[in-house]
């Protein structure tokens, strides 16, 4: 009889507190990212200047990992919310200019948005436990799944993709091809930011991030270097990927 | 008197019993439904395949889809089937620059290879991604013009009508009255067989897995096709990545000179999303089996692969959204002896035991 009165009153609060076994999100934190091109959203597939050529910049992307957060302004290690193990940030939607004028956005789930000050990444996939993995071990629809965006010369994952088109002999004719591709472990640029992280009273907060584009390209000739899948290429690799810490700021 | 009264009801209510149990022919009820899961055979070197949780596969469903997808009763005048624009020994192609369907008329577009297309339909299926789901792309060919050229309601008539199709889908799906059959269940039976279709034993996959050895000529072309161990890039892996040799993006590769993005004969991707920068962009083919598969390219326009591997070297032909890797295959300069070992490595994709695989024939055989 016991056993029944207790059965009675225990399950149905099992049932209310636990009805999947995971706590319920406090908050949602969006982080969204704008991309400028000579102070201007970047629009996919427009002709810019570039350093007296004209281009047009077909793709953009790039992969962050792991997407977490803390309290601890001086210690990028100090996490509280790990948020996500990776994140892909694809510009390629960004073709006309109110879209680019909105940038992309990824919204991750907060437990504890107590005092969150800090954003810690990485550009490219974590080197520790994602990069030394293959699209095959992950589930579709996650970017890492996708064969795409691995190399396997370089037995890493694709970290960032810049593409496009050059006239470069100014004949109207966008004829030379820019495949700029970074990836391996020596390419993995860690990022810490430090910002007070505001939660609204439906507790969503964002944290805007411009990517400016001339200052990844900064140091890169791309009259000259076109491409990274050749021999010779590490060095612009490494310093397109290094770039990212000036390029990328939080606002 | 009572008595009789009694008994009269009883009559009657014994004939009206037997009528709804016996007498009912679109009754299924009594045949077993006992679906079991199917063993779907993945490479390791394969990535997991999405299954919808509302169609998982089950030997009855692969197999009722494999009837259907041979059936050419399911075209209006009864002379084709999926089967007649994706054979077997063709790769699950039809072998021709573009398909022609019942009233031979012919398409626009080429027939894209069924192998491993359960692998493939994150971005869409078609040249033009224009279905998100095989379940989806499955009900399209039945009734349009150019291909089997019928209606689904007539389709679904002479399902439930016919002697061994209804106990196929009550034995796959459990439904318990033919008239439940509907072309959405057709759909999942086709889906679910087309998902049966993994090919990975090809000598590219017995190599990986230490079995066999690449020949020289094989594994310079190799080297050349993914930019291995610092060969020149000729760019073929970005957009033909491993495992299975495609991908799930769309590119335009150079096929067409055009002045304006409006220009392009077949938009492709362009006539889905309505995005003029889409024009003239096609979802890339896996090229597993792609020696069984010629002619080549959307419409066929290539014969052979060596006509294929010569438009590539040459570096296309210029549109404004032409696919920035495809110029700079023209830069490293292929000469005759690469372009012969690109081939040869492309020979290593063969693999005639998925052709040939006994599972995947024609059932009416």
């Known amino acids: 009889m016991k056993q029944l009165l207790f059965l009675t009153l225990f399950l149905p609060l099992l049932a209310v507190r636990c009805p999947d076994g995971t706590p319920t999100p406090l908050s949602t934190l969006n982080l969204t990212f704008k991309a400028l091109y000579n102070a201007k959203p970047l629009v996919i597939n427009q002709i810019v200047d570039y350093n007296g050529k004209k281009i047009r910049i077909t793709k953009l992307s ?58 810690s990444t990485g550009i490219g996939v974590d080197t520790l436990f994602l990069n030394n ?70 507790n969503t907060a964002t944290l805007n991030f411009n990517l400016n584009v001339n200052e990844l390209l900064k140091d890169i000739d791309l009259m000259t270097v076109n491409s990274t899948h050749q021999t010779g290429s590490l060095p612009t690799i490494l310093k397109f990927t290094s770039n990212f810490q000036t390029a990328l700021v939080l606002k | 008197m ?60 692969v197999s009722l889809g494999r009837f259907l997808f041979y059936d050419k009763k399911l075209s209006a005048n009864g002379s084709m089937s ?36 359960g692998f493939v339909v994150k971005s869409g299926l078609f040249w033009d991604g224009r279905t998100k789901t095989l379940e989806e792309q499955a009900l399209l060919p039945v009734e349009d013009p150019i291909e089997l050229h019928n209606n689904w309601t007539q389709v679904v008539d002479f399902l439930k009508n016919h002697p061994e199709y209804p106990e196929r889908f009550r034995r796959a799906f459990g439904i318990d009255n033919k008239q439940l059959i509907t072309k959405e269940l057709a759909a999942k039976a086709l ?9 990975g034993n090809a000598k590219i996959d017995k190599i990986l897995r230490r079995e066999e050895e690449f020949s020289d000529e094989e594994f310079a072309g190799w080297q050349l096709f993914f930019n291995a161990n610092n060969a020149p890039d000729a760019q073929c892996g970005h957009c033909h990545t491993s495992p299975f040799f495609g991908s799930t993006e769309f590119f335009n590769n150079g096929l067409d000179s055009v002045s304006s993005l409006n220009l392009f004969k077949d938009k492709g991707r362009g006539g889905v999303t309505g995005k003029q920068w889409d024009n003239g962009k096609f979802r890339t083919p896996t090229l597993r089996n792609i020696e069984l598969t010629a002619p080549y390219m959307h419409d066929g326009r290539f014969k052979t692969l060596e006509e294929v591997i010569e438009h590539y070297a040459s570096g296309g032909h210029y549109a404004d959204n032409i696919d ?42």
């Not at chain 2, 990535?47 to 949780?53: Q, R």
């Not at chain 2, 920035?324 to 492309?346: E, Y």
């Open chain 1, 62 to 119: 790039f992969f962050m990992s792991p997407v977490r957060f803390g309290t601890d302004s001086g210690n990028p290690n100090n996490v509280s919310e790990f948020a996500a193990q990776s994140a892909f940030i694809d510009f390629g939607d960004t073709d006309d200019s109110t879209k680019a004028l909105k940038g992309v956005t990824q919204t991750f789930n907060v437990f504890n948005n107590n005092n969150l000050q800090t954003f």
């Open chain 2, 82 to 117: 999926c089967a007649s624009c994706h054979l077997p020994q063709a790769g699950f192609t039809d072998a021709r620059a573009v398909s022609t369907g019942i009233d031979n008329i012919a398409g626009t577009r080429s027939s894209m290879s069924l192998e491993n297309i």
């Open chain 2, 2 to 61: 009572n008595i009789t009264y009694v008994f009269a009801i009883l009559i009657v209510f014994f004939v009206a019993c037997k009528d709804k149990s016996e007498g009912n022919a679109d009754d299924l009820s009594s045949i077993a439904y006992a679906p079991t899961s199917y063993p779907l055979s993945i490479p390791t070197s394969f990535p997991k395949m999405d299954i919808p949780a509302d169609n998982p596969l089950t030997t009855e469903g």
């Open chain 2, 324 to 365: 920035p890797f495809i110029p700079q295959i023209k830069q490293i300069g292929l000469t005759t002896r690469q372009k012969k070992q690109i081939l040869a490595f492309l020979k290593t994709l063969t693999d005639t035991s998925f052709t040939k695989n006994p599972k995947f024939q024609d059932p009416f055989k």
């Open chain 2, 191 to 199: 889906a679910q067989f087309e998902r049966t279709l993994i090919s």
């Open chain 1, 133 to 202: 993995r293959k699209p095959q071990n992950f589930f579709s629809p996650d970017p890492l799944s996708d064969a795409g965006n691995y190399w396997d010369d370089w037995k890493s994952y694709i970290f960032t993709k810049f593409e496009g088109l050059m006239d470069k002999d100014g004949d109207g004719r966008f004829e030379t091809g820019i495949t700029i591709h970074t990836g391996g472990n020596k390419a993995f640029q860690p990022m810490f930011f430090v910002k007070k992280i505001d939660f609204s009273t439906d």
